[in-house]
């Protein structure tokens, strides 16, 4: 054998079911050294590690999704059996990790992998809650009966990891051997629970009575899985996670948003005018400081799923909510990505991961945007303040935004399951794990993950598409008006002041607005206004509809710009009362009540942020379905929204 096929690592796949610790036991064994990526083909995630044996041979561990069988159709079983039966990559061990407290039902993918002739060790983890419970495991015996080594293991605690190094080791040097009295390969699933009862029953003893966590367990389930006070349970729960994310992640979204405003006001002050300075700060400083704000919220709302998830209560959850959500086609795992959209659809997209259905992800995935995100609340208070001046009607034409947003998203889950993603969300099969501490170090593995996942994208796909808007805005350049040249002329004969600072201030935003209209941005406006004349949209209107795919939020600096203000996206009363009065091109007012209610319709149910169709497309794997939602999203919003306009219109509303 030459040196460079001796130095290569062994190949070591961690299998197992849902909730075995296995997650717990790669985060132990690789800790910092691993990185997530899709299976080739699929958006099903692998995880992937580096650690050593017991001899410092080197081992390449990959964490499978948990699966309860490699036979089935779902994309978990898929996924597996293709990287166990790669060619290219050749499996050398693999650890089946087993729950001691459900040894039986373990045992069938177990025998599984042990019909198809795999050199298999069992680590049999979670050896400290079935000693709790009363329950025993005869080793030697099971091991005898399976003809292979089992380590008794307590991942969280790091016990028995020496031994689980040491038997990889030994089991990759030998000849696979078939266990006693196994069922031949490929046989079926009931025939392998039967095989897996019997070896159960041989090596495994257990008290009769119920231990005080199993009672404690039972007496606290009662009120969490009941069907209301489980959903009081539930709402509590999540507001809790929604009011943690927003507020703890505000210090640091602040804090990053101040660095990117200070690297931009750097680059502006270090290079000369020209079009790298405004490329650097305006196109990918700015662009980029609009994405990567949310990362705080990404990393934490991962960090707090994988603590729920590692106590337990993320599947009692589910269970809560899957018999609301199933009526509109919908899983009960869709509840966290949902709740998360309301902050930014791009983590709750991301967390559709905890969905383990493909048909029932992708339904997720495509109804997350209508959940009205924080991005959208300058909108909202802009147009809302135009419609109500009275606070007591705006209050409730919000609630009403919200209301519309997670309505809209609801129905059109069920059209979808009707139409081009027929089918019924998949049954859960689901089981109840014990209640435990969660691990701190999965969680913050987890949120590590899920940011640099973030971060790949934002410095890929979404920085693209922040110097493709930037450019489309900003060129083709043109003359600065004469209005504007007089007063910069104005301003030079000026004594240095406030005065003078007001004339350039004036300047610059006659510049501006010129600039924004000139630009191939607003060239297109101007030709597709005729498309918007049913929304009552001018061509200022439909420039600020096309700069705000960028981000919604852009739409406020946008309109204030085109009114001749600076370009701030803040609203205020100043604001508010100069967009209030912007005309059209004769003169008569542009925000009327007709108009604004359907700007407003068409911002709660449009598709208006290229970064987040970009995330989709990176959790789907295809473009046809971020083409698909831009499509529905914006025919639903335009068609809505004209119907609002003409029904106030025939109502006497201007």
């Known amino acids: 054998m030459s040196g460079n096929v001796a130095a290569l690592p062994l190949r070591v796949v961690l299998a197992g079911n849902p909730n075995t610790g296995k997650t717990t036991l790669f985060n132990t064994l690789c800790g910092l050294r691993a990185k997530t990526a899709n299976y080739p083909g699929t958006t099903t995630a692998l995880r992937i590690g580096a650690t050593t044996a017991g001899t410092d041979a080197r081992l390449e561990v990959i964490d499978l999704p948990g699966l309860y069988d490699l036979t089935g159709s779902s994309p978990e079983s898929t996924v597996a059996a293709g990287v166990l039966d790669s060619e290219a990559q050749p499996c050398d061990v693999v650890v089946m990790v087993v729950d001691a407290c459900n040894l039986a039902r373990n045992l069938v993918l177990t025998g599984e992998l042990l019909a198809q ?48 190094r040491r038997a990889i080791d030994s089991a990759a040097k030998t000849v696979a051997a078939a266990p006693r009295q196994l069922p031949a390969a490929g046989a079926s699933i009931d025939t392998l629970m039967e095989w897996a009862d019997l070896v159960s029953a041989r090596v495994m003893r257990s008290t009769a009575a119920p231990t005080t966590a199993d009672l404690l367990t039972e007496h606290i389930d009662r009120y969490v899985t009941h069907p209301l006070y489980g959903l009081v349970v539930f709402v509590a729960v999540m507001l809790g996670l929604f009011w943690t994310l927003l507020t703890l992640a505000s210090v640091p979204m602040d804090i990053i948003e101040a660095l990117f405003g200070e690297l931009g006001s750097s680059l502006s002050r270090a290079l000369p005018v020209g079009p790298v300075r405004d490329l650097l700060a305006q196109g990918i400083i700015g662009g980029l400081s609009g994405t990567i704000v949310f990362l705080p919220q990404i990393a934490l709302l991962f960090f707090l799923i994988s603590l729920l998830e590692d106590s337990g209560y993320l599947a009692r959850a589910a269970f809560v909510m899957d018999g609301r959500l199933s009526r509109f086609g919908l899983p009960g795992q869709a509840f966290v990505p949902l709740l998360t959209s309301h902050a930014c659809a791009i983590p709750g997209i991301m967390s559709a991961r905890l969905i383990p259905n493909w048909r029932d992800r992708l339904v997720t995935i495509l109804v997350a945007p209508f959940m009205s995100c924080s991005a959208r609340l300058p909108v909202y208070v802009l147009l809302i303040s135009l419609l109500f001046p009275n606070p007591r009607w705006a209050a409730v034409a919000f609630a009403g935004c919200y209301a519309l947003g997670g309505m809209a998203g609801l129905l059109t889950a069920r059209l979808f399951g009707s139409t081009a993603l027929k089918g019924n969300p998949r049954p859960m099969v689901l089981e109840l794990p014990p209640y435990r501490v969660p691990s701190l170090t999965n ?47 104005q301003a030079a004969t000026m004594p240095a002041g406030e005065a003078q600072s007001q004339v350039q201030q004036r300047a610059t935003e006659i510049e ?59 609203v205020d009363a100043g604001v508010v009362s100069r967009i209030r009065g912007m005309t059209r091109a004769d003169g008569t007012p542009l925000f009327t009540t007709a108009t604004s209610a359907a700007a407003l319709v068409f911002f709660v149910l449009a598709m208006q942020c290229l970064p987040t169709l970009a995330v989709t497309r990176r959790e789907t794997g295809s473009i046809k379905y971020p083409a698909m939602q831009f499509a529905y999203m914006s025919s639903l919003a335009y068609v809505a929204a004209a119907i609002v306009r003409q029904g106030l219109l025939a109502a006497g509303f201007q």
């Open 443 to 489: 969680a913050l593995l987890a949120a590590k993950d899920q940011a640099m996942a973030f971060l790949r994208t934002a410095g890929t796909v979404i920085m693209a598409i922040c110097i493709v808007m930037w450019w489309l805005s900003s060129y083709p350049r043109v003359a600065p008006p004469a209005e504007a040249q007089t007063l910069r002329a």
């Open 512 to 570: 501006a607005r010129a600039s924004q209209a000139g630009s191939f941005v607003g060239r297109f406006g101007h030709v597709s206004q005729p498309v918007f004349a049913p929304l009552g949209f001018d061509w200022q209107l439909t420039v600020g509809i096309m700069t705000s795919f960028l981000a919604r939020e852009v739409f406020v600096s946008t309109m204030s710009v085109l009114e001749g203000g600076s370009g701030t996206s803040d």
């Open 117 to 164: 002739g795999r050199r298999v060790v069992v680590a049999l983890n979670m050896m400290d809650v079935a000693r709790a419970r009363g329950i025993a495991v005869d080793i030697a015996a099971l091991a005898a009966e399976l003809n292979s080594p089992v380590v008794p293991i307590v991942a969280r605690r790091r016990e028995g990891l020496d031994a689980l």
